[in-house]
């Protein structure tokens, strides 16, 4: 069974600091990796998709890595603003159904 | 511009009466889910259709049910609500099930339980 960490749960930075969200998992058979970010009372967004075949993919001041032999992915945002308060959570999709297992999330404060 | 649209955003419900969960996308995507998530805790998927094949998740409770009348639709069915099912539930498409297709999310409908 697929298990999904991220750690921390919460992270508070002051404002144009780079930082790295990271998220860990225990099968590496899997499809993709997905990271999405959810601001409360919301759905989720998608930010970034990684191929298990990929090793990362950028967007804008967003980049995220995927190490799938070490069940490890990386969100790195680079200069953040306090519009980037959120939670971030990763989700992998696993190999077999397409299902795709949830970590908690990282919620994110950016302090101006 | 919503892609995947999930109404009403916010549904109370008295404990044990049925309630009806809806959405619909215009992306025209085979794969439809249904997540519930509760505070703070990550989605947890509740069943899937790839078209019109139905994919119930093992620890789904048997009082959840979905139906599927066309490709743009899909309702949640909460047969008998009790107090733990309060949480938001999200509903997600994807073109296909492969590796190359992204989920995309609705708003969500919080649901309430009294």
């Known amino acids: 069974k697929q298990e999904v960490t991220q750690i921390p749960a919460a992270l508070s930075v002051p404002e144009g600091e780079n930082l790295v969200l990271n998220c860990s998992f225990t099968?590496?058979?899997?499809?993709?990796l997905q990271w999405f970010r959810q601001d409360p009372g919301k759905g989720l967004t998608s930010l970034l998709l990684i191929q298990s075949s990929q090793r990362e993919q950028t967007s804008g001041r967003l980049n995220a890595s995927l190490d799938k032999s070490s069940g490890r992915s990386t969100l790195y945002i680079a200069a953040s603003q306090p519009g980037d308060s959120a939670t971030y959570l990763c989700?992998?999709?696993?190999?077999?159904?397409?299902?795709?297992?949830f970590g908690d999330g990282t919620t994110l404060t950016v302090k101006p | 511009d919503a892609m995947v649209i999930q109404n009403p955003r916010y549904q109370v419900t008295q404990f044990g009466k049925p309630v009806t969960l809806s959405c619909s996308q215009t992306l025209n995507h085979n794969v439809m889910y249904w997540y519930q998530q509760k505070s703070s805790q990550a989605p947890k998927l509740l069943f899937h259709?790839?078209?019109?094949?139905?994919?119930n998740e093992a620890d789904t409770p048997d009082n959840f049910q979905s139906r599927r009348p066309n490709t743009s639709f899909c309702f949640l069915d909460i047969r008998s609500p009790g107090l733990g099912d309060a949480a938001m539930y999200l509903c997600?498409?994807?073109?296909?099930?492969?590796?190359?297709?992204?989920?995309?999310f609705g708003d969500g409908t919080r649901l309430s339980i009294l």
């Open positions: 997600a498409t994807s073109r296909e099930k492969g590796a190359f297709q992204p989920q995309h």
């Open positions: 989700a992998v999709r696993g190999a077999n159904a397409g299902k795709s297992t």
């Open positions: 099968d590496s058979a899997i499809y993709n």
């Open positions: 259709y790839y078209d019109k094949d139905f994919n």
